[in-house]
């Protein structure tokens, strides 16, 4: 990913609500996802995410983190989404087993 970002953040609740975000995507997590756009992902948690410096519209320098996410897709087959955590409206932790379950 470049280095902006179509948001950034400064203030401290929203500093405080992405790194709440990070605390509920560890290594290798596996969670279903709830995203602003109505999309549902399923996955494992790729890398711990990180706050970043990015800058935003009108070169605004602020903070925002990307996870990345692998979706099985059977066998040995997986979809890499890598997904701005401010997109996130949910987390829900899964199962192994409910993992390989279709949604």
Partial sequence: MSRNADHV????????RLEARIASLRDDA???LSLHD???LRGVVAALPSLQ???GPGDVEGLNGVLRLEEPLGGDASRVHDLW???????RPLTALELQRPA
Avoid at 9 to 16: L, R, V, W
Avoid at 85 to 91: G, K, N, Q, R, T
């Fill in 53 to 55: 410096s990015f800058y």
């Fill in 30 to 32: 596996r969670v279903e």
């Fill in 85 to 91: 955590l401010d997109e996130i409206d949910a987390i």
């Fill in 9 to 16: 953040y400064s203030a401290p609740a929203d500093i405080a």
């Fill in 38 to 40: 109505g999309r549902v």
